[in-house]
């Protein structure tokens, strides 16, 4: 059996880096972000309401899991706290059986940049896996707090 120093010489490593287009994102912002404000506003999202957002597919374990933490912990305890506040919930796969109140599957998003730079705050409770980081890439580029 080879050592790990072996195959780390023998293996070639590739890095694709992760960035976020500004382009595209100014494009869109401009273009969706009033489209998505009176969606919230057609479905019944206040701005007196905090939205928090989580974009990831559930067929993905780790994000399924993250989904779940969101419904059956995060969501119940700022409810007991008095934190009223809106999960959204983007891309599909499996819906927990019992749903929060405070928790909204959105399914597909086509302006998602838009949605994500009208919300207060962008999750990324995901412990593994490999996607969280363009997941934190894509949340700060869209906040106006950073851009």
């Not at 919230?40 to 899991?65: C, D, H, M, W």
């Not at 999960?87 to 994500?116: C, D, E, N, R, W």
Request: proline letters at 5%; charged letters at 25%.
């Amino acid at each position: 059996m080879a050592s790990p120093q072996l195959l780390r010489r023998l293996t070639p490593t590739t890095f694709i880096p992760t960035s976020a287009d500004f382009d595209i994102i100014d494009k869109e912002l401009i273009k969706r972000k009033d489209a998505v404000c009176s969606y919230f506003e057609r479905s019944g999202f206040t701005k007196e309401v905090s939205r928090l957002i989580f974009t990831a597919t559930r067929l993905y374990q780790p994000n399924r899991r993250a989904v779940w933490w969101i419904n059956d912990y995060l969501a119940p305890e700022l409810e007991r706290k008095k934190r009223i506040c809106n999960f959204l919930i983007t891309s599909g796969g499996q819906i927990p059986t019992s749903k929060h109140k405070f928790v909204h599957f959105m399914g597909y998003v086509p302006y998602l940049y838009a949605m994500i730079a009208n919300c207060k705050i962008g999750l990324v409770p995901v412990r593994e896996g490999r996607g969280a980081l363009t997941k934190v890439v894509e949340l700060m580029t869209c906040c106006e707090g950073h851009r």
